[in-house]
């Protein structure tokens, strides 16, 4: 397969998967921003999550993806969902790391000093 074509459709596929992740993620976390941001910043917030969703996996793939025409495309392909997994999973941790960090915390600290 030729290298670009290949790079493409690597490429392709991770704006799929972060396509369907932002889509999954879309509504709940316009509902936990809202609460959090009651002056209109949670749709800020939401566009900046879905471009780390998007943009951290394409990187990823981008830049372990071979331009070597002898490279089996089976393999390259794989090697590319893994990468654009790993993105994911990155991104996800950073979101969940900050709403909890962010919201969680400071509630459960709260209802510990109102007991």
Same mark, same amino acid.
């Given at each position: 397969m030729n290298?670009?074509?290949l790079l493409a459709l690597e490429m392709l596929l991770s704006l799929? +998967?972060?396509l369907? !992740?932002?889509n999954y993620l879309r509504t709940v976390l316009a509902e936990l921003l809202a609460q959090a941001c009651p002056h209109g910043g949670g749709l800020f917030w939401i566009r900046t999550l879905a471009l780390l969703q998007f943009l951290a996996p394409l990187l990823l793939v981008v830049w372990r993806s071979e +331009?070597?025409?002898? !490279?089996?495309a089976a393999l390259e392909?794989?090697?590319?969902v893994a990468w654009m997994l790993l993105g994911h999973c990155l991104a996800l941790a950073l979101l969940a790391r900050t709403v909890w960090k962010s919201l969680v915390a400071p509630e459960l600290a709260a209802a510990r000093v109102a007991v």
């Open positions: 290298p670009l074509s799929l +998967l972060s369907i !992740v932002v +331009l070597n025409p002898a !490279v089996d392909i794989k090697r590319a």
